[in-house]
């Protein structure tokens, strides 16, 4: 910790996230080009239906690289305690910035933590599905069948995610995206989002 500011994510953390962010952001374009002919029009933004085709899974590997990485590296600090359920039973309160009465956040808080199991569970499920419909013909009727059905939704409840996660990051916690960018955030923003973090921090 240097005088007034504290270190948030690492290079290596913030470099994965925006791969992150960006592999998403074509992967999910790509395959509501793919899935809607409503929204066929994002085809041409990114090239045209065959490139899209070809390379919307290759999207969804970086993708899931990157969330892989971040599961190896914050899967731990993810887990949800006692505390956290209680978080999340006030979470409405959280919303409309009264959280005096909510149990201290760590690192992470019980929203954040609940966002990033829905995402890697929604990855997962993204990967086979994806995996089934990159070569349909080498695959039974019923996996295709199953896929169709799985990968769309699991797309849509990632999708939902990171809209709230995008929103959460950058217009409901001023400060919190200057983190993800330089890596580090003043004190008192610790102390006021993450207190037994920030405690913790002091500690070391
Ligand atoms: C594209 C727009 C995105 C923006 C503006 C954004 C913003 C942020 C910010 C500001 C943080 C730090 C929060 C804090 O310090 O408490 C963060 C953390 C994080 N981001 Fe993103 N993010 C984006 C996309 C993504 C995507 C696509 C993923 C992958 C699923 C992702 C996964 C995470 C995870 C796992 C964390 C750590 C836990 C959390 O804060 O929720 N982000 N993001």
Redesign the pocket.
Known sequence: MTERRIE??SFIERMM?WL??????YAALTGLALWSHRLYWLAAVFGGGETVRGWHPWGGIV?TL??GY?FQN?ARQ?KLDREDLQWLRRAHRYAIHDDKDLPEANK??A???L??WV?SVA?ILLLFSGTVLWWPHSMSQDFRLLAILIHPISAIL?IG??IV??Y???AA?PG??R???QGW?RPEWASS??PKWFREILKR
């Open positions: 948030r994510f996230h992150a962010a960006l592999s998403f952001l993708f990157t969330i971040m914050w993810m992470f808080n929203g954040q933590k966002l990033f995402q990855t990632s995610a990171i996660h995008i959460m990051g950058t916690v919190a995206f983190g993800m960018i955030v989002h993450h």
